[in-house]
């Protein structure tokens, strides 16, 4: 595994586990030795915190602690509590997301005017086996996905969108989207998205807890408009 390849070498190893949470997946588990989540996403599930979270082998951890103690990274009490109140729903809000996520993904691979879906829990994911030996058959809420008609496509689609919100957050309670080639990633040129995959029509979905009939009939009338 790359945490025994890691660890033969004297190398640390830390996960960024915001996008399947602790609710499906555990790198702790499975050899890392940091596994870090952004609680402003699904953790706290609201947009309304920033805040981080690290996890990791208690001698890491007093080291980390230690650190806070000198550089004052630590969270104000009202944040804190925001996020320890959207945990107390983080199962609720990760089944139902997760569910409309693979509702979407279904919806739009079978879609004309979709050229490509990028999500794990479909057949035809390069990474579908290793998704279902360690997402325990949930596969995130996070779909990706290509306009076949390209920018224009895109922006078009989501102008058209009325439900579901452009917004540059992930991970919350209702249903946002994204288009990276001119927002995330505006600032890189068009060869440097080139490398990182980022096409002019590719757009990314962050499933909400919505009822999956809203989301899609949402979908299907920007398409249309697209």
């Known amino acids: 595994s790359i945490s025994q390849m890691a660890h033969q070498r004297g190398v640390q190893v830390v996960v960024d586990n915001t996008l399947?949470?602790?609710?499906l997946l555990r790198p702790l588990e499975l050899g890392a030795d940091v596994t870090l989540h952004s609680a402003t996403k699904n953790l706290g599930g609201h947009?309304?915190?920033?805040?981080?979270?690290?996890?990791a082998r208690a001698d890491i951890t007093m080291a980390m602690r230690?650190?806070?103690?000198?550089?004052?990274?630590?969270?104000?009490?009202?944040?804190a509590w925001l996020i320890v109140r959207g945990i107390k729903t983080l199962p609720l809000r990760v089944e139902k997301a997760c569910e409309n996520a693979f509702a979407v993904a279904q919806f739009l691979s079978d879609h004309p005017k979709i050229s490509a879906v990028h999500y794990p829990g479909l057949p035809g994911h390069p990474q579908h086996k290793l998704a279902v030996d360690t997402l325990g058959g949930r596969?995130?809420?996070?779909?990706?996905?290509?306009?076949a008609g390209g920018g224009r496509s895109a922006s078009s689609f989501?102008?058209?969108?009325?439900?579901?919100?452009?917004?540059a957050s992930l991970g919350e309670a209702q249903t946002t989207i994204s288009h990276p080639a001119k927002t995330s990633h505006r600032s890189l040129t068009g060869d440097e998205q080139a490398v990182l995959g980022i096409r002019n029509g590719l757009i990314r979905l962050s499933c909400g807890i919505e009822s999956a009939s809203d989301i899609l009939a949402d979908l299907e009338s920007a398409l249309a408009k697209s």
Do not use: C, H, Y
């Open 66 to 79: 230690q650190s806070n103690r000198v550089w004052g990274s630590v969270l104000d009490p009202f944040a």
């Open 20 to 23: 399947a949470s602790p609710l």
């Open 139 to 147: 596969f995130g809420w996070m779909v990706t996905f290509e306009l």
């Open 47 to 55: 947009s309304d915190v920033t805040g981080g979270v690290a996890a």
């Open 158 to 167: 989501v102008k058209g969108l009325d439900m579901i919100k452009l917004a």
